[in-house]
């Protein structure tokens, strides 16, 4: 299983991004898609995940201003970022737990290679 993000940049304070994440390989099925973010000299946190029904969770510093998304038949989970504020810059992961074919059911955790976000104040 493989995670391929897009859609990082450089924005103003203010502005919009909207990340998108596509899963790809050998998959059964996914259980969930999260973006997570790590900042300089701090640690990896949960920004927003959603459940394979739809079910969402954000982090508090995103609420109401971020939005997560998912296409079930394209395997892809999308992040709309709203009202960046300049402590948002951070690298953005991607991140599933899917089942590959042939694993025995078993689900794995697979994360993206990451997608910078830079907002200037």
């Known amino acids: 299983v493989q995670l391929q993000a897009s859609g990082g940049g450089l924005v103003q304070a203010g502005g919009s991004l909207r990340l998108s994440c596509l899963a790809s390989?050998?998959?059964?099925?996914?259980?969930?898609m999260g973006w997570y973010r790590q900042a300089p000299g701090k640690q990896r946190e949960l920004v927003a995940a959603?459940?394979?029904?739809?079910?969402?969770n954000y982090g508090d510093s995103v609420k109401g201003r971020f939005t997560i998304s998912r296409d079930n038949a394209k395997n892809t989970v999308y992040l709309q970022m709203n009202s960046l504020k300049p402590e948002d810059t951070a690298v953005y992961y991607c991140?599933?737990?899917?089942?590959?074919?042939?694993?025995?059911?078993?689900?794995?955790?697979?994360w993206g290679q990451g997608t910078q976000v830079t907002v200037s104040s």
């Open positions: 959603i459940g394979s029904g739809g079910n969402t």
């Open positions: 390989g050998s998959i059964f099925s996914i259980q969930a």
């Open positions: 991140n599933a737990v899917a089942v590959p074919i042939n694993s025995g059911g078993w689900a794995n955790d697979y």
